[in-house]
């Protein structure tokens, strides 16, 4: 059972942080188009909270040291960035770090509990 509420945590962590890294990188090519879309900083901190109820679940399990800190660093990474763009209004590089890092711990952590 606990697998199985792991795996889904892991599905739920790569889904948000994919969506939300295609997000991040569309959203700025649709805004040259003229047809009145404006960024809402409100859905990258939608997107961000989902991710750290996935990583704080995740970090609750007996998930290997390794994983847990890619998961830690980069969600501290995309939080800090979401926070940035909204009380500062800049757009940092690093969220995509952050985007790619949270990926990638997930599918380890996926990967990690299938063996």
Do not use: R
């Not at 945590?9 to 805004?31: E, K, M, N, Q």
């Amino acid at each position: 059972m606990k697998k199985q509420i792991t795996h889904s945590l892991d599905y739920i962590g790569v889904s948000s942080a994919s969506l939300c890294l295609i997000h991040c990188l569309l959203f700025p090519l649709v805004t040259f188009i003229p047809i009145g879309i404006t960024h809402n900083h409100y859905v990258d901190l939608i997107f961000a909270l989902i991710g750290l109820f996935a990583v704080v679940k995740i970090l609750k399990t007996n998930t290997e040291l390794y994983i847990k800190l890619i998961l830690s660093i980069s969600m501290s990474v995309i939080i800090g960035c979401v926070l940035i763009t909204i009380f500062f209004h800049y757009h940092s590089l690093l969220l995509y770090f952050g985007g790619v890092g949270m990926i990638v711990g997930h599918l380890l952590n996926f990967k990690n509990h299938k063996h």
